[in-house]
DNA sequence: CTTAGCACTCATGTGCAAGGAGTGCTAACA
DNA sequence: TGTTAGCACTCCTTGCACATGAGTGCTAAG
């Protein structure tokens, strides 16, 4: 983080122009076009100093002597950190995403899925969406159900509106009614418990509870240890047909390992929650792939959001370095404190 | 379905051949490549001649003039339709398929799932499931469940082991315990029922019976009633990422398309029934996309599973047009059986 | 009917020259 | 001392000519 911005007035004017042209154009930005599109009141030969000076300080670099300069990894970051106004949403963009989550905002799920799929409409990247961790949920209601003789489900509500089942093969069959004392003991103990250790909460107050129903209780602790736990967060992504109209992807193997990351989705949550350690409580962030760590060319924008008050994951949104950040920033942070409006209040 | 089979002996050989070896290479096939990688009898100039008829036909085109041939649809046709062999699984094939599916059977929508994965793997063409229609699927135990006092949630178990939750805003509160009578009502009397006439069948046999709770019947009916109904039947889809090794997709407008075609759930949906409306109970069958119809270069090889004996869905592989049919209907098919028998042994 | 021979076509690759974008450097200028 | 104009230089790109090679079509002989 410790970019020094030593840079002379000048040369972070000149700098922003290359990134801010190179990002629009997508084509090596050379001294002319320079004080062309952004009318300097310099001569060509002047910048030109300035960029060779920018290029042996590593924020510039060419592809081959006599082609335009393009940004680096560090002149982007540079760029982000300390040269780039965060643009104001267009009335276009915010009223699209608005709209789109004026409706059915039932379901938790749902909407998470959703906000990915909006993201990658609106940004022209992949969208990233990160599901709340099981940790941070706590059981609301928790409800054991025979599908048939020998099988079971159970259905679990947490707060933050989620709904999840799984089914488990029993060996002695139960009724319905028989499981009534049971659910009702259940939903009265583990209330606000927290997801992961419901099996060890349990434990305990069963252990106490119910000498006399030894058979449920037994049942019971073997089907809720049988929870699979620690479930590895969810991820929601969307868009990786949009990624490929940039031009960095014309060739097909870049686009292939993309899409081959995109199969990865413990790598792309932790991806995701780098851009989010780099935040340090910045709210918005933007991680840069850096050389060698298999992301590179690749940059995320993120954003945590809140339910609660509580942050409980990042959205954001994943492209090629190369990407409008002013433009595209405000886009995810918008989103962000959206969808953690929305989900606190279905929370209650 | 009436390509004439009318062609000499010679002329199915080398069509044959050539499709073949265009499959195998992907490079446009000439005469002596012809006799010598089939070691026929024959001089390249007679093939050469046969070729020519075969062009004539329609079966073969070229690039260009002095190019090799390359299949034309039409020729992929008469191959798929008459000259193809279908070639066993290999062992290894085998066995990777069969313990693939031999964990974890709980679920059937987690089965679903992995087949579509496993598919993309095997054959590397991406993997295409259709879930059980609804209308095909009949309430084995439903169930409602206030969530809090605004909201409640319905469980319902389908006789494909399925479970669907939908969560629904409720104007005056319920407890469970007001809802045990309503429970067992509907669970008495919706058992077997399509899921997609639930609420007709609910209207009647409600009635009748509950007079004297206007109220729990009133909301019974509102909510059931909610359920969406004719959702589209779902797809699972993997493997993207495996398609672009294939150098048809080499330059990135291709694989676009295609990306968004992976995009518009339900145009795949119509192309895998599409495929199987051709089989005519044949069991496996072969799509290959008509000229203009939008999936222009793609093909699918699908094959319809049964539970209990009644096919409910296709399973099925897409691709480019060239791909090793021989080898992967005999792996579609014996996935499918599979997956059938799987579901079956869960439905029970 | 089959085959050998041969001229022909066309994509691909290579060498070469012209054009153009953009740089680096130097010398003059304010 | 910083800025600018001028100019030589680099290197990519494009176009063209040419050779190469794979493969064809056709004709005439077996």
Tied chains: 1, 2.
């Excluded at 290359?18 to 154009?25: L, N, R």
């Excluded at 965060?86 to 059915?104: A, M, P, S």
């Excluded at 949550?269 to 350690?277: I, K, N």
């Excluded at 942050?311 to 190369?322: A, D, E, N, Q, S």
């Amino acid at each position: 983080m410790a970019d020094t911005p030593e840079l002379k007035e000048r040369e972070r004017q000149i700098l922003q122009a290359v990134v801010h042209s190179y990002i629009t154009t997508a084509e090596p930005v050379g001294s002319r076009t320079v004080v062309k599109r952004f009318d300097l009141d310099l001569s060509p030969a002047t910048v030109r100093n300035v960029m060779a000076d920018l290029e042996e300080l590593g924020y510039l670099g060419q592809l081959h002597t006599s082609s335009g300069r393009v940004p680096t990894e560090m002149g982007y970051r540079y760029y982000v950190n300390y040269l780039m106004r965060v643009q104001r949403l267009t009335v276009d963009e915010r009223n699209r995403i608005d709209r789109e989550f004026k409706e059915k905002l039932n379901d938790a799920d749902e909407i998470l899925r959703q906000t990915s799929h909006l993201l990658a409409l609106v940004t022209h990247q992949a969208g990233l969406v990160e599901a709340p961790a099981e940790g941070d949920a706590a059981v609301q209601r928790i409800e054991l159900m025979p599908l048939r003789t020998d099988r079971l489900a159970v259905l679990m509500v947490d707060n933050f509106g989620r709904l999840r089942t799984f089914t488990f093969d029993i060996e002695t069959s139960v009724s319905a009614v028989e499981l009534e004392p049971l659910n009702r003991f259940l939903n009265e103990h583990l209330y606000g418990v927290s997801t992961d250790n419901l099996a060890a909460e349990l434990e305990q107050k069963l252990r106490n509870f119910f000498d006399e129903q030894r058979r449920l209780a037994e049942m019971a602790l073997s089907i809720l240890g049988r929870i699979p736990r620690n479930t590895p967060a969810q991820l929601y992504l969307d868009g990786a047909s949009q990624l490929f109209d940039q031009p960095e992807f014309k060739d097909i193997s870049r686009a292939r390992e993309v899409l081959e990351l995109f199969d990865e989705r413990e790598r792309l949550m932790t991806l995701l929650r780098e851009a989010g350690a780099q935040s340090e409580g910045a709210g918005n962030t933007v991680y840069i792939g850096e050389e060698g760590s298999g992301f590179d060319g690749l940059s995320v924008v993120a954003s945590p959001y809140e339910i609660d008050g509580k942050p409980v994951g990042m959205i954001g949104i994943l492209g090629p370095r190369r990407m409008p950040y002013s433009r595209l920033t405000a886009v995810v942070e918008h989103t962000a404190e959206l969808v953690g409006r929305l989900l606190t209040r279905i929370a209650h």
